[in-house]
C-alpha cells in the first residue's frame, strides 16, 4: 500500500515550457486535490476533484488545467509555465460520503518545481 | 470566506516542556484539521475534530465552537517533535483553509 505518489520529486522548467504533474492513490479515495506550498503561504488548493472524470476549482487555478479520467489519477497540468509557479506542489486525497475537507487528507511527498 | 490564523508563527521549547500552538478562524465550521509538516517536507494528518477534544499519545487537540478557537498541546516536548505544524478548517461543503503553520524548534 504505498498511499500517495508524486511524480516527479524535482524538475525545473524554462517559461513557456509544459509539463504534467501526476498523482496516484491507492486507497481507493474519491476526493483528491492539488495545492500548492510557498514561502511565508499557507497551502493553498489549485484545483480538487470529488470522483472520476469530475474537476473544479479550488483558491488559485488559473494557469493549471486538471483531468481525472481514472479515480485513482489525478493530473495537473501547466501550459506554459512562469517564474510565479516556482512552488512546492502536493497531491492529496481523501475519502468522501460526509463532504468534502470531513475526512483526514492524505498528502504525497511533494514535487519541487522551479521555473526559470 | 473563512481566515485561519496560527500562533505563534515560531516557537522555541527546551526538551520536556509542554508546547501549545493555538488557531482561530472566522466563521463556523464543519471540521478543524491539524496536520505536521516534518522538515524533510512531507505532511501528515494529526487530528481531525469538530468539538470537544482528541488525544494522541502526547498530542492533544481541543477546539472551542463558541469562541471559534482551536489548540494543540504538545506534553513532554522532544527534539522529534520539532516541526511545521498546519492548522486548517472548512465551512460547509467547502474545501479546507489552512492557517500559515507554526515552526516548532525543540532543543535538547
Known amino acids: 500500500n504505498a498511499g500517495v505518489t508524486q511524480t516527479p520529486k524535482f524538475r525545473v522548467l524554462k517559461t513557456g515550457q509544459s509539463m504534467t504533474l501526476l498523482c496516484a492513490q491507492d486507497?481507493?479515495?474519491?476526493?483528491m486535490y492539488w495545492y500548492r506550498q510557498d514561502p511565508g503561504m499557507g497551502l493553498r488548493l489549485i484545483h480538487y476533484?470529488?470522483?472520476?472524470?469530475?474537476?473544479a476549482k479550488g483558491e488559485v487555478p488559473d494557469g493549471y488545467n486538471v483531468s481525472r479520467l481514472k479515480k485513482q489519477n489525478f493530473l495537473l497540468g501547466l501550459e506554459s509555465a512562469a517564474p510565479s509557479q516556482t512552488s512546492v506542489y502536493f497531491c492529496?486525497?481523501?475519502?468522501?460520503?460526509?463532504?468534502?475537507?470531513?475526512?483526514?487528507?492524505?498528502f504525497g511527498p511533494g514535487t519541487r518545481l522551479t521555473v526559470t | 470566506k473563512n481566515e485561519v490564523e496560527q500562533s505563534p508563527q515560531n516557537l522555541t521549547a527546551q526538551e520536556g516542556e509542554f508546547i501549545t500552538i493555538n488557531c482561530s478562524y472566522s466563521?463556523?465550521?464543519?471540521?478543524l484539521h491539524w496536520l505536521q509538516q516534518h522538515p524533510g517536507g512531507g505532511i501528515v494528518s494529526l487530528f481531525m475534530?469538530?468539538?470537544g477534544k482528541k488525544k494522541h499519545g502526547r498530542l492533544i487537540a481541543t477546539i472551542n465552537i463558541q469562541e471559534k478557537h482551536s489548540s494543540l498541546h504538545i506534553t513532554a516536548s522532544h527534539p522529534r517533535d520539532s516541526a511545521v505544524y498546519i492548522c486548517?478548517?472548512?465551512?460547509?461543503?467547502?474545501?479546507?483553509?489552512f492557517g500559515k503553520g507554526t515552526r516548532l524548534s525543540v532543543i535538547a
Open positions: 492529496a486525497s481523501s475519502y468522501s460520503s460526509m463532504g468534502i475537507s470531513s475526512y483526514e487528507q492524505y
Open positions: 486507497m481507493n479515495h474519491e476526493y
Open positions: 476533484s470529488v470522483g472520476e472524470g469530475t474537476t
Open positions: 466563521v463556523g465550521i464543519s471540521a
Open positions: 475534530l469538530s468539538s
Open positions: 486548517a478548517a472548512n465551512s460547509g461543503n467547502t474545501p479546507l483553509v
